[in-house]
């Protein structure tokens, strides 16, 4: 079956189990899924059940869709995520975005947790991010383009919508918090850096280093959406200062961190939409 009538295929089926409404997308990442507790009037479907879904595999990653409201904006939000490193292809790791286009979002946030490389950041801290950088060995769009899902070359000249970035800071300052801004550059995985890979990729403009996102955000833009997106720092890679960093440690830093992460993605959606 064709990717569009896989997307239709599970688009329908969604519909047809909850109403939905234009909800604003919602990726909640490693460790990072706590919000999805707060959701009111939770319809919770498991990914094992909805048909052409893939299947997370990941510690940590639930594998849900949640449809609710979070202060009163309809959201669907995704508790766990595809990784490339686990193994599928890029259009599964983009297909629930495809979907979620389908559903009618033309918002989504997307959250991760991440290794800085800038010297300013510290563990827990979150990044906005502004830009990124595609290490992925591969990119979502190859392949004959797809033109009821966007145009064969598409502008990123704004990956992250840079009035939400704004939003961001201004619901950061409502909560007595000051986040970073930077860029996030994407990578395979499931190694973590090196020390010279962290010191590459700082060199050439990346603020903060993850195995995610980036896939996801090229297929939003291309679907035409509007992105914003977070970034736990949950371990550093700044010269220097690189130390061991395991999965768990990411995980334990990331969920310190997501009540401060959870507090300002309600504020933004009542900014953008209240
Ligand atoms: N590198 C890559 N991915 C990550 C990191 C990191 O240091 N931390 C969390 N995800």
């Known amino acids: 079956m064709n990717i569009l009538d896989r997307i239709n295929e599970t688009a329908a089926y969604l ?3 909850v109403a939905i409404d234009k909800p604003v997308g919602i990726i909640l990442g490693t460790g990072l899924g706590n919000l999805a507790d707060e959701i009111e009037n939770p319809t919770s479907i498991d990914y094992a059940s909805i048909p052409h879904f893939p299947q997370s595999t990941v510690e940590g990653h639930d594998g849900k869709l949640i ?8 959201v669907l939000a995704m508790k766990g995520r595809f990784h490339f490193y686990e193994g599928y292809d890029m259009d599964q790791v983009v297909f629930p975005i495809r979907v979620m286009r389908r559903l009618g ?3 989504l946030i997307l959250s991760n947790a ?13 990044m906005i ?18 033109k009821e899902l966007g145009p064969r070359f598409p502008d990123m000249s704004e990956p992250y919508n840079l009035n939400y970035v704004k939003a961001l800071h201004e619901c950061a300052s409502d909560h007595g918090m000051k986040l970073h801004e ?31 996102t980036v896939p996801e955000n090229i297929a939003a833009k291309h679907l035409g959406m509007d992105v ?14 690189v130390e061991t960093v395991s999965h768990e440690e990411v995980q334990k830093a990331a969920q310190d961190a ?6 300002i993605v309600k504020s933004f959606l009542q900014k953008i939409q209240g």
């Open 182 to 212: 930077g860029v996030y550059a994407g990578v395979s995985g499931p190694c973590f850096e090196t020390p010279a890979e962290y010191k590459y990729i700082r060199t050439i403009g990346g603020d903060a280093v993850g195995m995610s």
């Open 258 to 263: 997501e009540p401060k992460l959870a507090a």
């Open 67 to 74: 449809f609710g409201q979070l202060n009163g904006v309809e």
């Open 15 to 17: 519909r047809d189990k």
């Open 105 to 107: 979002v033309q918002t």
């Open 129 to 146: 991010l502004n830009d990124q950088i595609n290490l992925f060995p591969t990119n979502p769009l190859i392949g004959p383009n797809i």
């Open 228 to 241: 914003a997106a977070l970034s736990v720092i949950t371990d550093l890679g700044i010269e220097g200062l």
């Open 114 to 126: 991440s290794g800085g490389m800038n010297p300013d950041f510290k563990v827990g801290d979150i």
